[in-house]
């Protein structure tokens, strides 16, 4: 899977979130990760929480360009309740 992003949106959201984009190509390569539909959007997009490099959860939004490529569009921290979400989907409490 390769993976894409505007840099301009990607250094903005590192000054707001504090996110790299490189992490969160991390957090969607993580086997365990968690992804819906996001259909609040005409394109179609996903929400994933998946585990960063410092294994802290992040919450990414991103969009299929084909099967083989991603764009990136935001990432953040997860906040507390998904969190709590994403260890609830491996059955830890």
């Keep these: 899977m390769d993976f894409e992003w505007d840099p301009r949106k990607a250094a903005e959201n590192l000054h707001k979130h504090g996110v790299d984009f490189a992490?969160?190509?991390i957090a969607l390569e993580d086997e365990n990760a968690l992804t819906i539909?996001?259909?609040?959007?005409p394109e179609q997009r996903f929400?994933?929480?998946?585990?960063g490099p410092d294994l802290k959860v992040l919450f990414v939004v991103h969009a299929e360009r084909n099967e083989n490529l991603i764009r990136?569009?935001?990432a953040r921290d997860a906040d507390r309740g998904q969190t709590k979400q994403y260890y609830q989907g491996l059955n830890y409490e």
Excluded: P, W
Aim: aromatic residues 0%; negative net charge.
């Design 47 to 51: 929400k994933t929480l998946g585990l």
């Design 23 to 25: 992490d969160a190509v």
């Design 37 to 41: 539909e996001d259909r609040d959007h």
């Design 72 to 74: 990136i569009i935001s």
